[in-house]
């Protein structure tokens, strides 16, 4: 028997474990997902959107118990009060357009024919849940999945044990049915011998480029659509003509927050050769002011990494930089509770250039690097210069400007003025290694359905 284990980063002892559910356990899990998805699917649109929103009601009320679990699961200040601000605004936002996202698309209502398209779920969908945002991340896939009438099995990630388990809880106590939204704990073994053996209708992944290349590999030939959601570097870029306090706020929470572990957090920033060094010196003060420390601290504003392994790693890189030429500026005296393991001081780098690792690959922690560029086009190059593409966020005063820039660069979202917000009304979607499909707005009630064609001639005459 496999122990699923959550390591604390808090004080790295062992918080919670829970035993892997065996293959043939597993698959009993699947067939009562699948046998009350029918029923389910046949409930009024409006009763199961009012169930979910139930569900995420009941989570709310648990929030006593959410905010510190997940301090201990995953490192995140209590002082941030959890996800509750983003997990509510999807849920509701996610409700508010359900009927018009799968109402069908009329083509042709006459005496002669009637002609439309209709959207079908897809059955069972299977959710892989990453620990860096764990409920945000796994709600973006559940509450749309279940809406549109599929039957939902979460997994979630081994650091954030507790969360698929208490999401259930609470969405069973609403009145969702047992069935129709189930967790389970898996290994990747038994995850992938599941997806080979096409228990699952829609699998989404969010997690890094290879864990999805895995979960890719496991559903090859098998023919089931996923959704992948994986790793970026996303780039900040400050025009001549850009709000640099504005900037520098924005820029270096979106680069530090949640100890810089967010999909779309800031990881590299090209600055105007005009602005760069005032940018330089504002982001390094703002940084500074963090209270590193026990994230159940309410004065703490920066926890540990969720795992001493993602700060070491994170370590390497920063460490590979400055041997390469990087200049660290952050004062590591600011930062005594940095304890060579789990709690990492921020770090702003400066004098690096793409030959470092730590300007191309996934960072995953809350230190930055930032360049100098002299105008768009070189600009423009560097945040191209990479292998994902989910956001890019562009300062300047000028729409039009960034819209043109927009067009040219390789991202699934082009922020201006803003940064590291997933918008519900949007797609969040991203391109290259970041992976594929498509998650919120229509189109993620799109990718959780599939059409129908109905093609009815009335008069034969
Ligand atoms: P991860 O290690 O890939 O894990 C993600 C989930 O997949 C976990 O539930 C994990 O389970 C499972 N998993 C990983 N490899 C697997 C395999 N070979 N077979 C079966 N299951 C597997 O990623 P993470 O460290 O949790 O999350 C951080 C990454 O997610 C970053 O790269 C970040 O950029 C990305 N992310 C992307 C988005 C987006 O919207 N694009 C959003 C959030 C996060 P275990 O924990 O049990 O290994």
Redesign the pocket.
Known sequence: MTM?KCISPVDGSVYAERQALPLEAAKGVVARARQAQKGWAKRPLEERVQLVLKGVARLNEMVDEVVPELAWQMGRPVRYGGEFKGFNERSNYVAAIAADSLKPIVIEESDRFERRIEREPHGVVFV??????PYM?AI?TVAPALMAGNTVII?????TILVGERMVRAFVEAGVPEEVFQNVF????T??ALIAAKSFDFVN????????R??ER?AAGTFTPLGL????KDPGYVMEDADLDAAVDTLMDGATYNSG????GIERIYVHESLYDAFVEKSVAWVSNYRLGNPLDPETTLGPM?SRR?AASVREQIADAVARGAKALVDPKLFPQDDGGAYLAPQVLVDVDHSMAFMRE?T?GPAVGIMKVKDDTQALALMNDCQYG?TVSLWTKDAERAARLGRDLETGTVFMNRADY?DPALC?T?VKE??RGG?LSVIGFHNLTRPKSYHLRKALA
């Open positions: 699923i892989i849940a990453p620990w860096n945002y991340t973006n997994k979630h990630a081994s650091q898996l290994d990747h073994e995850t992938a992944f969010t997690g890094s480029v290879e864990g999805g895995s979960i496991a959601e994986l790793g970026g572990q967010c999909c779309c969720a993602f996934e995953f989910l997933l969040w991203g970041t992976g998650s």
